[in-house]
């Protein structure tokens, strides 16, 4: 099957040409080697078709069907009372932030070519990028309702 | 450094939306977090989501998802499908013309309330 296909273009003879002519069209990364950063590759397209589905339907629920109109605290708090929304928020807020992070590792990579400056720029990256999963995943797992308010 | 082809823009346009996600996801974090103080906290936050220049952001930051959500698809067709790279321009076009389908209507009744009321 594969000879017969030679005149059709995606079977160029020679597979590198190949292979450059797809990214170049593309503007994906190129699949890099090495452990850690194939296993990021393939972690943005994993989290990237994840992601699709969980932070569209936050953005249909949460800016279209309501919005900052009807979004208040108590709002939050009927959303919250179901164990089902919070653990769609966390899978939001952990997948968005490591494909985030993720992102701007790269861009690191790509942009900041002294040694010093990018092991700071990542170093920061890390610090800062953990610590707001952190306060993002407290917020959502221990969040109880102040009843006044609710009364309100 | 990336110089390709027409595939050049989107890639541009790529970055910069991720960027601009990351960013309002940490202040989206943040505000969210004040949810953990009480009603008061929060709700007096609010004002700022409420007024209409940022509602008009609002709009801006869900084109900036829908946009890098669609050319995600695309890349990811063109990293895994092999003859993706010979619809090319096909492909391109259908996601640009996706993107508007549903980022104007989307502006249309996110915007409705705030202009037409």
Redesign the interface.
């Known amino acids: 099957m594969s000879t017969e296909t030679k005149t059709?273009?995606?079977t160029h003879p020679d597979p590198v040409a190949?292979t450059t002519?797809?990214?170049?069209?593309?503007?994906?990364r190129p699949?890099p080697t090495g452990n850690f950063e194939l296993f990021s590759w393939y972690f943005f397209?994993i989290s990237?078709?994840l992601?699709?589905f969980f932070?569209?339907i936050h953005?249909l629920i949460m800016?279209?069907l309501n919005?900052?109109?009807v979004?208040?605290?108590?709002f939050?708090v009927q959303r919250w009372a179901s164990p089902l929304w919070r653990t769609f928020d966390i899978m939001l807020?952990v997948l968005?932030?490591t494909h985030?992070?993720n992102?701007?590792r790269v861009?690191i990579y790509?942009y900041v070519h002294s040694r010093g400056w990018r092991t700071f720029a990542v170093t920061t990256l890390y610090v800062?990028g953990i610590l707001?999963i952190v306060?993002?995943a407290?917020?959502i797992l221990?969040?109880q309702p102040?009843i006044q308010?609710v009364a309100? | 450094m990336y110089r390709g082809q027409s595939g050049m823009w989107l890639w541009i346009l790529h970055r910069l939306t991720g960027v601009g996600i990351l960013g309002f996801l940490f202040l989206h974090i943040a505000d969210t977090y004040l949810v953990g103080f009480g009603a008061d906290y929060y709700n007096e936050l609010l004002f700022l989501y409420k007024n209409p220049p940022f509602r008009v952001l609002e709009w801006v930051l869900v084109g900036a998802v829908l946009y890098h959500g669609f050319n995600g698809i695309r890349l990811i067709l063109m990293d895994f499908w092999d003859k993706a790279v010979d619809h090319h321009k096909t492909l391109v076009q259908i996601t640009v013309v996706a993107f508007f389908v549903v980022w104007l209507p989307a502006g249309f009744f996110m915007l409705k309330p705030v202009f037409f009321k």
């Not at chain 1, 002519?21 to 994906?28: K, L, N, Q, V």
């Not at chain 1, 979004?71 to 108590?74: F, Q, S, T």
């Open positions: 059709t273009q995606h190949r002519r797809r990214w170049t069209r593309s503007g994906g699949r397209r990237g078709i992601l699709l932070a569209l953005l800016h279209l919005n900052v109109d979004i208040d605290y108590n939050i807020l968005a932030l985030g992070l992102g701007a861009l790509d800062v707001f306060l993002g407290q917020v221990t969040f102040q308010s309100k």
